[in-house]
């Protein structure tokens, strides 16, 4: 086969490092998509197909979703993790933008190096190891922290784990699990803020506040939904924190607070796999919609 000018000009005009280069991204990204498919897509697929059959793999339509609707737990749940997600979210984006301007005011000197350290550390411990260091400090009697349990009015473990109390402590639990990481995440972002924009804001007059309100925030809004997006996602498959705490104090918690404990008695104390996966799908539906809202409300893949 004879080349001509143009095909030749084009082979040599092609980066010798291109296909190579290419060959590399579709192996990282077709790992990616295999994980992807094995453990998230077919699960997925397959708690559809479970939602809408019988035990018998018959078609019931949606006949599963209102069986477990008219549960008398349903409602208490999701108001549980309703009101979770409410103190989580708020507490998340104006403790974490907060907590990472002032931080990002600070030097790149020791202290900023200790305080991103000290953000970090409590995100290494996994979500159960995070819920029994805090049974221990929220019990009065072993708490390093008993005196300001008392001062609060609490004397017992199980008047601090009263159910009206729930929703703030697992607020707090999960704030110190994982707002460090995003902390650290949004101090990041604020490092990639052009330093000419910063410079335009300061000569034009703009104090600190200002600037953080009418600079740094608006720069930083795609992170923040994207904080709140997986943060939504995650709160509403509250789980762990409390069947443990169900379990360490004995049923005083319940073992239903959650949707995801729902899930969980459906499956494996009522033998109802058909109607956990109802409930799995429900979450599904919720998470991804109000990702697409946020997504869509906010220009998320707008380029700037």
Sequence with gaps: MTLTPSSAGSVRGRPRGTSRQSRAGVAFVAGYVLLLVAFGVLPTCYAIYFAFTNAGGAFTGFSNFVTTA????????????????????LSLVVFVVVLALLLHKLSSGPVSQALRFLYYVPGALAGAASVLVWLFMLDPTVSPVSSLLETL????FGE???????ALLFTIIAFWTGAGGWIVVMYGALNNIPKDVMEA??????NGWQTAWRVQIPMLRKWIVYMVILAFAGGAQLFVEPQLLSLASTGVAGRDYSLNQLTYDFAFQMNNINGAAAVSVELLVV???VAGVFVARSGFFDAD
């Design 70 to 89: 008219q549960d008398f737990r349903f409602v208490d749940s999701l108001g549980h993790v309703a009101l979770y997600l409410v103190f989580w979210l």
């Design 153 to 156: 009015g609490f004397h017992t």
């Design 160 to 166: 601090v784990i009263a159910p009206g109390n729930l």
């Design 201 to 206: 804001a300061r000569i034009d007059g703009a």
């Design 287 to 289: 998470s991804v919609s």
